[in-house]
């Protein structure tokens, strides 16, 4: 889908902007989107126009009992040639560590993303004309270089949407670093629109090209598996590098690496069940609306649980065969959810973001505060169950607060 914002009458820049955000949510033509399975088309339409200039969004406050830190790594892993540019010399990744800390320590928020990062993603969706300042000044809560809070906490792993930055994932690192993880959140190199290194150099997505290039379905599938199987290698790396012998995070302490979990939209929440299915540290996985284009291994993952958590009707039982055949061959805890009136998006910043700004997107109606409610909560039962051994009576059934939640048992 493209949005032309050229000749735009005055006076209606925030719908321009929030039209850039939103943009995101329908990307059933676009080579990203491909990874996330079949994604029906979007119509986008404007609340309200105001000739005021728009104000930058701020993600939703996390709700946990810890103030939250966020460091920045930057890794090479000289054991392996990056897939997508062999040229470029070993793998390396971007990392968001958010973390535990304690109040009234670090320095400024943390920043959203880089004004280039935001420039690319909404190029790449034909927004040229949208500010982009208006998308990487987004507010967060997490403070940099801020103490970490004592104690040993569970890791969780994060991976984005195929030619998505990390930073849509931020309010779930954020909400679950309150609640007491340690979240590490990758960028991987040439999978997105654009990961800008601290050097300044900016990387894009190469392996979209890959995708795009493919003769057909069946061979973009093919190239897709090799991203999901390509991000576990990232995390097994990034394992090592945070609870090995010689850590790269100088709060590494602070890490549990007997308690570890990983989540992902899109095509990162194949690379959960990737990962999981390639590293025993690993203990459990939640795939957010992403299909399963490298298959979950028909032996399963060892009894360890995972959590299917997508949009409704477009991943219940039946519209997503991958989603059918990962849920006959896992065998431990598992539980299939699908959100109605959510989208593709649903589990990322977009909605927030996209509601700030005064837009509606009547092919996916759960407003924002819904968005964002049923996935922190759902996602930390999740892992609160899974890495801590805690009830969770939100993953039991139905509950009256949350009727959009569907239990799927086929």
């Given at each position: 889908?493209?949005?032309?914002?050229?000749?735009?009458?005055?006076?209606?820049?925030?719908?321009?902007?929030?039209?850039?955000?939103?943009?995101?949510?329908?990307?059933?033509?676009?080579?990203?989107?491909?990874?996330?399975?079949?994604?029906?088309?979007?119509?986008?339409?404007?609340?309200?126009?105001?000739?005021?200039?728009?104000?930058?969004?701020?993600?939703?406050?996390?709700?946990?009992?810890?103030?939250?830190?966020?460091?920045t790594l930057f890794l090479t892993d000289h054991t392996r040639t990056d897939p997508?540019?062999?040229?470029?010399?070993?793998?390396?990744?971007?990392?968001?560590?958010?973390?535990?800390?304690?109040?009234?320590?670090?320095?400024?928020?943390?920043?959203?993303?880089?004004?280039?990062?935001?420039?690319?993603?909404?190029?790449?969706?034909?927004?040229?004309?949208?500010?982009?300042?208006?998308?990487?000044?987004?507010?967060?809560?997490?403070?940099?270089?801020?103490?970490?809070?004592?104690?040993?906490?569970?890791?969780?792993?994060?991976?984005?949407?195929?030619?998505?930055?990390?930073?849509?994932?931020?309010?779930?690192?954020?909400?679950?670093?309150?609640?007491?993880?340690?979240?590490?959140?990758?960028?991987?190199?040439?999978?997105?629109?654009?990961?800008?290194?601290?050097?300044?150099?900016?990387?894009?997505?190469?392996?979209?090209?890959?995708?795009?290039?493919?003769?057909?379905?069946?061979?973009?599938?093919?190239?897709?598996?090799?991203?999901?199987?390509?991000?576990?290698?990232?995390?097994?790396?990034?394992?090592?590098?945070?609870?090995?012998?010689?850590?790269?995070?100088?709060?590494?302490?602070?890490?549990?690496?007997?308690?570890?979990?990983?989540?992902?939209?899109?095509?990162?929440?194949?690379?959960?069940?990737?990962?999981?299915?390639?590293?025993?540290?690993?203990?459990?996985?939640?795939?957010?609306?992403?299909?399963?284009?490298?298959?979950?291994?028909?032996?399963?993952?060892?009894?360890?649980?995972?959590?299917?958590?997508?949009?409704?009707?477009?991943?219940?039982?039946?519209?997503?065969?991958?989603?059918?055949?990962?849920?006959?061959?896992?065998?431990?805890?598992?539980?299939?959810?699908?959100?109605?009136?959510?989208g593709h998006f649903t589990f990322t910043d977009?909605?927030?973001?996209?509601?700030?700004?005064?837009?509606?997107?009547?092919?996916?109606?759960?407003?924002?505060?819904?968005?964002?409610?049923?996935?922190?909560?759902?996602?930390?039962?999740?892992?609160?169950?899974?890495?801590?051994?805690?009830?969770?009576?939100?993953?039991?059934?139905?509950?009256?607060?949350?009727?959009?939640?569907?239990?799927?048992?086929?």
């Open positions: 889908m493209t949005i032309s914002l050229r000749n735009r009458p005055a006076g209606v820049a925030a719908t321009a902007a929030a039209l850039a955000l939103s943009a995101l949510a329908a990307l059933a033509t676009a080579s990203p989107a491909s990874a996330s399975g079949p994604a029906p088309a979007t119509a986008l339409t404007p609340a309200s126009a105001s000739s005021a200039e728009p104000a930058a969004p701020t993600l939703p406050r996390p709700t946990g009992r810890y103030a939250t830190g966020r460091d997508w540019v062999p040229a470029a010399g070993p793998r390396q990744l971007l990392v968001s560590l958010n973390y535990p800390a304690r109040p009234g320590t670090g320095g400024d928020p943390a920043p959203y993303m880089t004004e280039e990062e935001a420039r690319l993603m909404l190029a790449q969706r034909g927004l040229e004309g949208v500010p982009p300042e208006l998308v990487s000044d987004t507010g967060t809560h997490a403070r940099t270089a801020a103490r970490p809070a004592p104690g040993r906490f569970p890791l969780v792993l994060l991976s984005p949407g195929f030619g998505t930055p990390r930073a849509t994932l931020t309010g779930l690192a954020e909400e679950l670093a309150s609640r007491g993880y340690v979240v590490a959140t990758a960028d991987h190199p040439y999978e997105s629109t654009g990961t800008q290194l601290p050097d300044g150099r900016v990387l894009t997505c190469a392996a979209c090209d890959k995708v795009d290039a493919q003769p057909d379905q069946a061979a973009r599938r093919e190239v897709l598996a090799d991203v999901s199987a390509g991000r576990a290698d990232d995390f097994s790396f990034l394992l090592d590098r945070l609870t090995g012998p010689d850590p790269a995070w100088r709060h590494s302490r602070t890490i549990d690496p007997r308690r570890v979990g990983m989540a992902g939209h899109s095509i990162g929440g194949n690379a959960a069940s990737s990962t999981m299915a390639a590293d025993r540290r690993v203990d459990a996985g939640v795939d957010m609306d992403g299909t399963f284009f490298d298959p979950a291994p028909v032996r399963g993952l060892d009894g360890r649980p995972f959590l299917m958590l997508g949009t409704d009707p477009g991943h219940g039982p039946g519209t997503d065969e991958s989603w059918d055949d990962a849920w006959a061959r896992l065998d431990g805890f598992k539980r299939w959810l699908t959100v109605r009136d959510s977009i909605p927030e973001i996209g509601e700030q700004l005064g837009i509606e997107d009547p092919d996916a109606p759960l407003s924002a505060a819904r968005s964002t409610t049923i996935t922190r909560s759902y996602v930390t039962a999740f892992f609160d169950r899974s890495l801590r051994g805690r009830p969770a009576r939100l993953l039991n059934g139905p509950t009256p607060a949350n009727p959009e939640v569907l239990f799927q048992r086929p």
